[in-house]
């Protein structure tokens, strides 16, 4: 499915009459669904358009709150190893909405990434963070990370 984003070159193996993508970050390949086909995408946005680096990715992560597992999509660090960037990927047929909002705004209560990346390959929506005042400003893009690292 054509996404929104710029064409990236992947690795995709048929087993069983399945797809899986290699994920580079992982360094694994991982079943090919609609949302790993929109994260995968995503974290080479963050890496080749952004210039995140790759080693300072963190893919399918658990985090609890309060005393409930919850697992994000990817969270970026900078070169301190401080939350960066918390991506949140739905599959494209999936709208996002203030649910979607919710579920990643709550993960960055504890998170405290100063941007935030929610996408569905289609859509995608960037905000700011600021923790002291806990304002969520929209963004029109995610800066160059450069600077970061």
Known sequence: MQLNFPNYIFKIQKRANESYIFDEFRKKYIKLTPEEWVRQHSLCYLVHEKKVLSSYLAVEKQIEINKQIFRFD??????????LVLLECKAPHI?????????????????QAPYIFITNGLVHLFYSFQSEQRNIIPLSDLPDFTKYY
């Not at 990817?74 to 939350?83: E, G, I, R, S, T």
């Not at 709208?95 to 998170?111: E, G, M």
């Open 95 to 111: 709208k996002i909405n203030q649910t979607t909002a919710d579920q990643i705004f709550t993960y960055n209560t504890l998170i």
């Open 74 to 83: 990817a969270l970026v660090y900078d070169k301190n190893a401080k939350p």
